[in-house]
Structures are given as C-alpha cells and as structure tokens.
C-alpha cells in the first residue's frame, strides 16, 4: 500500500492541551494499522502563534519528528528550540509542549507507542 501524507483523516483541535490557536492532525496510520502497538502516528501543523500546552505523559511516551520550521520545545520546564530533522522523546512521567513562535508552519510527526 502506498498513500501521501496529507490523504489521511484530518481532526483540528482547539487550543490542544490548553495551547493557543488550532492543531491541525493529520492521522498517518490508524492505531489498528500498527497492530495495536502505538496509539497515535500523527503529522501535526502548528500555524504561527499556534501551540500545544505542556502536558504529562503516564503510561506512555511521545516521540517528535520535526519536519518544517521552528519552534520552541517545553521540555519538561526548560525551553528547547527545535527545527528540522530533530527528535525529541517525552518518556513515561515526563511533561512537554510545543509552539511555533515562527513566521513559517511547523510541521512534525507525533508517534505514541503503548507501553507493553
């Protein structure tokens, strides 16, 4: 099977875990696609100003690949700035956030592995 990124179900999501703005995600596999294994595989665009609010992870971990532009990474209280091809890993018990305090999209796919 072959598919584009941008085909897959679109959800926007109002100021997501307390941030500013829209969330637009983009679902890159269902979690039944990855055998049950992860529990989000998600392209996420974060428009200028837009931010997902600082949130703890229990029980899992959240990895972040980003792809397009730049942005200011909360992780877990120090601020990071992230840009294209870094990775950052929130592990169970650990908190994180994102914004995009560019002029440009910020774009990154967002994995959630379940905890076996």
Do not use: W
Not at 8 to 35: C, F, W
Request: aromatic content about 4%; glycine content about 14%.
């Amino acid at each position: 099977m072959v598919r584009n990124i941008n085909d897959g179900k679109v959800t926007i999501n109002e100021h997501m875990r307390g941030g500013d703005g829209s969330v637009k995600l983009v679902e890159v596999a269902a979690p039944a696609e990855m055998y049950g294994k992860v529990r989000l595989y998600n392209k996420i665009v974060l428009e200028p100003g837009c931010s997902i609010g600082t949130h703890q992870h229990t029980g899992e971990c959240e990895i972040f690949f980003i792809l397009k532009g730049n942005g200011a990474y909360n992780d877990n209280g120090t601020e990071v700035e992230v840009g294209p091809g870094d990775i950052t890993l929130t592990m169970d018990g650990e908190s994180h956030g994102i914004s995009n305090k560019g002029q440009e999209v910020l774009e990154l796919i967002a994995v959630i592995p379940l905890k076996q």
